[in-house]
């Protein structure tokens, strides 16, 4: 007879056991992809252009046209997405407008990404001309991670206390000199760490791409934000899908540097969370 | 700077002072008008977002409208057979649906009661330490380029059913859920562990008086009072498998077809919209607007779906 304090430690060791399998699922995950991929990380793979030999295929486009599209991204997104977050938490009236707008903040952020790419196809790439441009990239991911940015921006400006504007607003001064003074300079690493992990959202990022027609083969690094290109996402997708059991490594190692550079952001994103919790407390 | 401005003009000076009058009434009035424009500008990048919204459901319409001239929604919508860029073209979007839901059940399967143990676990079980190392650690698993999971359906998961299940084709629905389970797993666990966190301590401890189990306090106080929020983001998980695009190209193929066999290849809609886009398709034809009508029928079933989940997480708490 199993008794009601049995069940009780099954279910824990069950609960356990399960949660210590995700982990060993992301080991698992990890270690495949360095088994396949390490032999072909090379500095030569990082400044080879692709090829038809998977062992002369490099990944140099793929890495100057990612870090391209970032900092665009960035330069579009970070000022609307901080300016609508300060205005819905410090200025906005609470009414059904507001309420509406924050509804839809909350859609466009669970809406699929692929959507976003039938409007930067037609918007950008059709609409207002820039073709399959580096801006036609930015902007359409800038409008995938805005929501994302926004929220995390909100988020941060509400974890500033009352108090510190209600000393600001005693000294006198305007809803704006608090806001730009006091608010945004104390929510900032909260900020970053949503920019940050909106902004490696965006280098992950590939069905939009794909979608507004970023090439899958370019053996050119982009000069400006006019030019075509193709980003490291797009250059594995295409490596992968090849039936090549070598190609398939090539694209292995093209996921080890893409993983490396999304940790190492994640990791900032992490130290700076680290940091302001630890000031908070004091 | 105010007095000149008063002297000058008195009916605009009223004007303005009525109008830009804020807590801070002795602001000269420079100031209050340098706020107004800045406050402008925020409350308009407020709508930024709105536009966005806008634009996404006018252009998918507008776009597909020119198919839905062609093609009758009812045999869009019914239609069994799905072929529009070979002769004999035919419209039928079930088996993409077919396809789609094919692996969003199987993803749900495992993302499901893992998700819901593992939430419990940090909740629950686990102590502070524990539960803060773990929860960003699984979070990893969400931040992870879908494209990765599709190359690990593909080259890991895929090798390995077919050693176990001789019949799995090289593309299957099997490994697409297997990966897409993965990566909605941590929507699970985080939202709900934060639900699960913010039931009150009182409900706990009333139930602990009475003798309960901690399996019992978890399960039939903590979950159940929670439950809204974790169905929230259970809803939301959906939602996100549905939408998921790069795994399920890469690891479930491309051949549309009414099956419930989830060792067989299929398409989902989201692989179609990706074939679409890789091809030559001119714009303007018919196999060019048919990828605007399933993306609109995507939008859809996720924007309803993501409303379902806004509305049980807004709901009024106890």
Redesign the interface.
Known sequence: MIS??H??IF??R???V??F???G??A??LY??GR?GMSYVSLDFLSNFPSRFPEKSGIKAALWGSFWLILLTGIFAI??GI??A???EE??PKNRLMT??E??????A??????????G???FV?GLGFERSLISGAATLS?LV??MI?IAAREAIKGVPRTLREAA?AL?????QCTIGQVIPTALPGIMTGII?AL??A?????PI??I?AL?YVAFTPEGPLDEFTTL?IQ??NW??RPQEEF?QV??AG?IV??LM??TL?FAA?LIRMRTEKKVKL | MERRWQRRSPVLFDWLRKNLSTQAQTMPLYIRIKEKIIVFFLAASSFVSVFITALIIYILFSESAGFFKKVPLGDFLFGTRWSPLLEPASYGVLPLINGTFLVTAGALIIALPVGLLTAIYLSEYASNKTRQFLKPVLEILSGIPTVVYGYFALTFITPILQTIIPITEVFNAASASIVVGIMTLPIITSLSDDALQTVPRSLREGAYALGATRFEVSTQIVLISALPRVGASVILAVSRAIGETMAVTLAAGATPKMTANIFESVQTMTAYIVEVSLGDTPQGTIGYQTSFAVGLLLFIITLTLNFMAQRLLYKKKH
């Open positions: 009601r304090h069940k009780d279910f824990k069950t609960a356990q399960t949660t399998l995700c982990l699922v992301l698992l995950l495949h992809i396949e000022p609307i300016a609508t300060v205005y819905l200025f906005a509406l707008i509804l839809n903040i909350n859609n466009l669970g809406t699929p990404s692929i959507v976003f790419g039938f409007l196809l037609v918007l059709r409008l805005l929501p926004i607003f006198g001064v305007t809803r704006w992990l490696s959202r280098m992950g990022e590939t069905a794909i979608m027609g899958t996402p594995i997708y992968a899908s398939h694209s292995a996921i893409l993983l999304l940790f994640n992490l």
